[in-house]
């Protein structure tokens, strides 16, 4: 079955693009949802148009995203972590930890369009991520994960014992 995306579909494709896709998934699942519509011979001509005049404005978000990922290219993250034996982390990174520390140095991007491979980081080291900025502007970002500074506990001088105080005289013993 083909059809046409009205927006974007994981693991499928962009808005406006023409996919092939099994006739359930398609009528069960894309059309009703309204992620899709048939890709019939006028919705072909109508799409044709669109994208035909689409096509200078594209090319001005193209080399934005350019500009952007070139700047990001040359942006050095470290993301810090509480590590426990060796470089094992306590917990994980994940895309959202990279998009909060990519916000900190001033670069807002959104974590749906931060992709790491194996999902989550559970070891300190260097570290690459995919950021999308646009559906074909795909920057290989590479962070570091390093260990959160412990700091270090005082030894505790030992308590100095107060003396006991002198017992009191009670009035029986007088």
Same mark, same amino acid.
């Given at each position: ?61 193209? /080399?934005?995203?350019?500009? @952007?990922? &070139? ?9 810090? +972590?509480? *590590?426990? #034996? ?61 260990? /959160?500074?412990?700091?270090? @506990?005082? &030894? ?9 105080? +002198?017992? *009191?005289? #009670?009035?029986?013993?007088?």
């Amino acid at each position: 079955m083909e059809l046409i995306l009205k927006q974007d579909v994981d693991n499928l494709g962009f808005k406006d693009d023409l996919v092939q896709v099994k006739n359930g998934y398609g009528r069960n699942f894309l059309i009703p949802s309204g992620f899709a519509q048939l890709a019939t011979a006028s919705a072909k001509k109508v799409l044709a148009e669109n994208l035909k005049q689409r096509a200078f404005k594209e090319k001005k978000v193209v /080399e934005d995203a350019n500009k @952007k990922a &070139k700047s990001l290219g040359a942006l050095e993250v470290k993301i810090k +972590a509480k *590590v426990g #034996s060796g470089d094992k982390l306590f917990g994980s990174i994940s895309n959202a930890n990279l998009s909060e520390a990519i916000d900190k140095a001033g670069y807002e991007i959104e974590r749906k369009f931060i992709t790491i491979p194996g999902g989550l980081i559970k070891r300190t080291g260097k570290y690459s991520a995919k950021i999308r900025l646009h559906r074909e502007v795909i920057l290989d970002f590479p962070f570091e994960v390093i260990a /959160e500074a412990v700091p270090r @506990k005082k &030894k505790a001088a030992p308590k100095k014992v107060a003396p006991a105080p +002198a017992p *009191v005289a #009670s009035k029986e013993e007088e």
